[in-house]
């Protein structure tokens, strides 16, 4: 098979969950295992972080990534799911897995995967290991899919384990409270491996710090360590301000988005953590590091600005948590008029979150090329019900032209509401 044909074989003759949603899902470790163990077990020939969380792993997974490189370290990063081409889960130093690794993977395994029949989730990250193994990297930053006890990727055993934040997303899979949902995330913690959760969040911390005392975990709360505070924005960086024992330090961030203060403490400590196991991390890979972090790891969607007048962003946060913070960094624009082009996927409550959306703003919705997404005439009647209004322009960009030729110089057009509308704009 040439590399269309694989990639035909990939997304359609494993249940992928991008696509189709909980028909992909397993609560069971048993076919990473068995794939893995076909491999010759690669996840044990290289060193490892793992980042779970509700909002944040991507950034942080990320912003690891680019500062270990920085380093000088040989990095590979795992992150899902990918907004433009299958090769983005899996790169090192920032390249992207080739397509004829992506081929020969396939083809040296495909009589196994036919007998196994593993998800596309599986499949990667068995693809993730091997390539990683193969390629022979310092160590691989690798992000949690969903939840993460039985998450694919909890077959590690890494240096340091990441548990970001709590929010509401996936509940129908991974519980219907904070604290089950903060079960299912503390899967993540090994026996003595230390563990740093970057947000205390008051409902979710007896159960990291009941989970890591099981273990015999060391554990951090990384923003009782540091108090992270954003203080501006120029050019294409934000500047946080950093106190740790009572000694103030400023950091340049290539990451925009408001939100990003509830990563850098976890991000920050967790690179103190790796230092103290010996990895040589100087302050000038810290701060290259951060402040290249796009450039260096090709991450894409998180506040990323498409255009100027009118102001056109596109930001990938789609649960409670993430609009919400989505919607206070709107308040700090200046504008003339809100414009919204938006889309969903239908196996979530979307309520909360259109209760959430301001009633002045004008929308255009839309919906993502995959089964998963909620139709555009569908999401308007639910907006519709909370007293939002708009038109229904069901293909992105589209909608998103649309919007452009509308808006005045002075309005800002925000498009999101999904990863996989992000995904499909033409000029991410």
């Known amino acids: 098979m040439d590399y269309k044909e694989t990639l035909d074989y990939l997304f359609h003759a494993l249940p992928m969950f991008q696509r189709v949603g909980a028909a992909a899902f397993r609560k069971d470790l048993g076919n990473t295992l068995a794939l893995c163990a076909h491999l010759d077990n690669p996840e044990r020939k290289f060193k490892s972080v793992h980042v779970a969380g509700t909002n944040g792993k991507g ?17 590979g990063l795992y992150t899902s799911p990918h907004l433009k081409s ?11 897995i080739g397509e004829e690794a992506v081929v020969e993977f396939v083809a040296e395994n495909k009589g196994f995967l036919d007998q196994l029949q593993p998800s596309f989730f599986e499949m990667t990250v068995g693809m993730a290991f091997w390539h990683f193994a193969k390629e022979q990297v310092d160590i691989a930053i690798v992000e949690v899919g969903m939840g993460g006890k039985y998450d694919s990727t909890n077959v590690l055993l890494p240096e340091l384990c990441i548990i970001t934040n709590i929010g509401w997303d996936h509940v129908q899979f991974l519980g219907n409270t904070l604290p089950e949902i903060a079960g299912e995330k503390a899967g993540i913690i090994k026996p003595s491996i230390p563990v740093v ?12 710090v009941q989970k890591a005392q099981e273990q015999q975990a060391p554990i951090v709360f990384a923003d009782q360590k540091l108090r992270v505070v954003k203080m501006a924005s120029h050019q294409k960086l934000a500047l946080f301000s950093v106190e740790k024992d009572g000694q103030k330090s400023e950091l340049n961030f290539g990451l925009q988005g408001d939100y990003q203060r509830f990563n850098l403490p976890g991000i920050l400590e967790s690179v103190s953590q790796l230092r103290e196991m010996g990895w040589d991390i100087s302050e000038a890979a810290l701060e290259k590091g951060l402040a290249e972090v ?22 990938t946060g789609h649960n409670e948590p993430g609009i919400r913070e989505i919607l206070a960094q709107l ?4 504008y003339s008029q809100l414009w919204m082009v938006l889309g969903m996927v239908q196996d979530k409550d979307i309520s909360k979150i259109l209760a959430l959306l301001p009633k002045d703003a004008r929308y255009v919705f839309c919906q993502a090329d995959l089964p998963r997404a909620m139709p555009a005439a569908q999401l308007a009647e639910k907006a519709r019900a909370l007293g939002l209004s708009g038109d229904v322009i069901s293909d992105i960009n589209q909608a998103l032209n649309f ?20 995904a499909e704009i033409d000029d991410l």
């Not at 299958?86 to 992207?96: A, H, L, Y």
């Not at 308040?331 to 200046?334: F, I, S």
Request: glycine share 10%.
């Open 59 to 75: 950034s942080t997974s990320h912003s690891l990534a680019a500062i270990l490189q920085s380093a000088g370290y040989k990095t």
């Open 86 to 96: 299958f090769t983005e889960r899996i790169r090192i130093d920032g390249k992207e």
């Open 197 to 208: 959760i970057s947000q205390t969040q008051e409902e979710t911390e007896p159960v990291f």
């Open 294 to 315: 796009s450039a260096l790891t090709g991450l894409k969607g998180r506040w990323q600005v498409l255009g100027e007048k009118p102001t056109v962003i596109a930001d």
């Open 331 to 334: 308040e700090t624009y200046d």
């Open 403 to 422: 919007a452009r030729k509308n808006a005045g110089a002075d309005d800002l057009i925000f498009v999101g509401g999904s990863t996989f509308v992000v």
